[in-house]
């Protein structure tokens, strides 16, 4: 019993190691049964997101864009789907190829996402940032019956086993995806011993992933945060007095006295050297483009000014000859050649000028903002400073600021570049139409020199040709101008009623014939001490300047009222003679010429002042059509002659005029009072 009693306890001592080995033994196992499992959940999940990407491109864009539906904005719907597809089916095809590494599966695992971070990071963040978009444009496209109706029949068509009733069942599994990444790597490094060789491989992919998403997470909110800020407010007046509140009132007010202490030294400016060269380098793109915008408008308005045809040309009767010739070929390059250049300066220059310049247009306001959050950033740091804490508010704006900053340095020298790229390609493009413009134009000119008879003619005997053509011309216009005074008739001529011959005899007596001047047009006087005159009227020269120097504004004597006048408008008065003067005076002996005005000396000890009457003519200003039998018809610039300068009322807005032996009665406004332009010089007594 004894020896049967001492080996019971043997028997379960040696159980009692067993079941400690099974236990440990047990656990590993299902540790490692875990962890392939949730490689494999990997993999299959990745080929299943790969395959379901694939359809959304090949199939569902691919079905939507043959139904060419306007109001469907498929770029907006799938952003980058290429991109992260592209990227998708690399990834995928590293991960099946690690099936077969056995014992290093897991380290080319994490080696695979170690690659592939930067990739991933690049593309999911565009896609991240504009989802949002996406939904609204999946939202607005319910609400349209018709493009409902076609998206549900593109997924029946092309994805039916997948039961989807939206596009947003699609659009979200990228945004899943990237965000799964840290979690299916966590949950491998869970059931990875701490003592295996792959366990700070996989900690170093799983920290990787979330960085990246961290990453992304940061861009989104950046890419809203410049959403928010770089639209071009169009407000009118009203609104911008809608907006005004204490609050903004406030904060206006506090950024512009901080902006003047800045500028007046008071306060140090908060210095970024690296925003500072981004922006300076930013604004030269703004102002070069504008400045190339302005400039090739006018080039292009110039070069039609140049070529515009003139009616003076086309009536010209040049039916042969070189003058023909050369009509045909400005014909040719108007109707020609410069519509060709103007389309293809439209479409190489104007069109990628315009889009650059608009594309200008966010960054400049999100510049501008900066501006603003950086006055509240440094109000709100001292107040932090001497209080210690600030509100949520408060800290919301400064996180505004320092996403503003970092999203345009981030941006800036990327889009700085870019700019400077597609300037530079514009500028290549005009200067290379303008050179095709300038052979065009040159190979057209040649084809047009070799019909002209002096085409091959040596270059002295062409400038001698020329000058003898210039000459003969030269004549030729001046015998027809000569042929043109003989047989010009002589102007129907009135003399001065008798109150206006007193004021301009009274003028002449006052400052002598020389200082006389007539107004050429209505000047209506817009100053103090400016006269109001009719086109027509005399006057005298009494001062050449005006008070402070303007040699452009003339003092003058009017018969009475005394006053400046511009002096463009005015010409110096050149009158006839009467045909009966009233004194005359023997002419100098040496003289065979006629006086403008004539001065009698009588042989009366007595001296009496000179007089003359200067000719005058009426003609009409203007067309007037008679509307009744006591009314006369006028035409512009005819003669008439003055009967009465007032109606049977006495009414002087009415005058009775005779035309060409007709008698009638006009408006008195529409007549005007000219002299008679006659040759200088003395006159010989009758």
Not at 7 to 15: L, R, Y
Not at 62 to 73: I, V
Not at 429 to 446: G, K, M, R
């Amino acid at each position: 019993m004894a020896s049967a009693s001492g080996a019971e306890p043997d028997a379960e001592d040696a159980a009692e190691p067993e079941e400690a080995i099974y236990e440990e033994v047990l656990p590993c196992e299902r540790m490692e049964l875990s962890q392939r499992l949730a490689v494999e959940e990997l993999i299959t999940t990745e080929a299943s997101y790969v395959h379901t990407i694939q359809l959304c491109v090949s199939d569902i864009r691919a079905h939507l864009q043959k139904k060419q539906l306007p109001d469907l904005d498929l770029e907006g719907l799938f952003s980058n789907t290429d991109d992260i597809l592209h990227v998708s089916k690399r990834f995928l095809k590293g991960l099946e190829a690690t099936v077969t590494q056995e014992h290093d599966q897991l380290l080319c695992i994490c080696a695979l996402f170690q690659e592939f971070k930067e990739e991933m990071e690049t593309v999911y963040k565009i896609y991240c940032a504009s989802y949002d978009r996406a939904l609204q444009l999946v939202e607005s496209y319910r609400k349209d019956p018709r493009l409902q109706e076609e998206i549900l029949e593109t997924l029946n068509v092309t994805v039916p086993h997948t039961g989807a009733s939206d596009l947003s069942f699609f659009l979200v599994m990228p945004v899943q995806r990237v965000t799964k990444y840290p979690l299916l790597l966590g949950k491998i490094l869970e059931n990875t011993p701490s003592s295996a060789s792959p366990y700070p491989a996989l900690q170093a992919a799983v920290r990787a992933m979330a960085q990246v998403n961290a990453n992304i997470n940061e861009y989104k909110r950046h890419r809203e945060v410049a959403t928010k800020y770089n639209k071009a407010e169009h407000l009118t007046l009203r609104d911008r007095f809608a907006r005004l509140n204490t609050h903004s009132i406030a904060k206006k007010t506090t950024r512009l006295s901080r902006l003047f202490m800045h500028e007046a030294g008071i306060l140090a400016k908060t210095e970024d050297r690296e925003y500072d060269d981004l922006e300076e380098k930013f604004q030269c793109v703004v102002s070069s483009v504008a400045a190339l915008k302005e400039n090739v408008a006018a080039y292009l308005g110039h070069l039609e000014a140049f070529l515009l045809p003139t009616p003076h040309k086309c009536e010209l009767q040049m039916n042969e000859g070189p003058a023909q010739q050369y009509r045909r070929f400005e014909e040719s390059l108007r109707c020609t050649v410069l519509p060709e250049f103007k389309r293809r300066l439209d479409r190489l220059v104007c069109q990628p000028l315009c889009s650059l310049s608009d594309m200008l247009v966010g960054p400049q306001q999100l510049v501008k903002k900066r501006l603003d959050k950086l006055l509240d950033y440094e109000e709100i740091q001292e107040r932090k400073s001497e209080m210690g804490s600030v509100t949520y508010d408060e800290e919301a704006a400064m996180n505004t600021y320092l996403a503003i900053n970092s999203l345009l340095v981030a941006e800036l020298p990327r889009f700085n570049q870019v700019a400077v790229q597609l300037l530079g390609q514009i500028l290549c493009s005009l200067s290379t139409l303008q050179w095709d413009l300038a052979a065009q134009v040159l190979h057209q000119a040649e084809k047009v020199l070799e019909q002209m008879p002096h085409g091959h003619m040596p270059l002295p005997s062409f400038w001698k040709m020329v000058e003898d053509t210039l000459e003969q011309s030269g004549a030729q216009l001046r015998t027809f101008c000569q042929a043109f005074e003989t047989v010009m008739p002589s102007p129907v001529t009135q003399p001065l009623n008798p109150a206006e011959e007193r004021k301009v005899l009274s003028l002449v007596s006052k400052h002598g014939p020389d200082k006389l001047y007539q107004v050429t047009s209505n000047i209506s006087g817009g100053k103090d001490l400016d006269l109001t005159l009719q086109r027509g009227q005399i006057v005298a020269l009494l001062q050449n300047v005006d008070t402070k120097g303007n040699t452009s504004r003339w003092l003058v004597d009017a018969g009475g009222p005394r006053g400046f006048v511009p002096a463009g408008k005015l010409q110096p008065y050149c009158p006839a003679e009467s045909q009966q003067p009233r004194m005359q005076m023997p002419a100098p002996e040496s003289s065979t010429e006629r006086r403008r005005h004539s001065y009698a000396s009588p042989e009366a000890p007595r001296p009496q002042v000179a007089t003359f009457t200067p000719a005058f003519q009426v003609v009409a200003g203007f067309s007037f059509a008679a509307r009744s039998p006591q009314e006369v018809s006028l035409q512009a610039g005819q003669p008439v002659v003055v009967l009465e300068p007032h109606d049977k009322k006495g009414s002087k807005e009415w005058s009775l005029v005779d035309v060409n032996g007709q008698r009638g009665y006009v408006p008195s406004s529409y007549l005007v009072t000219v002299p008679v332009h006659e040759p200088m010089g003395w006159k010989l007594p009758v």
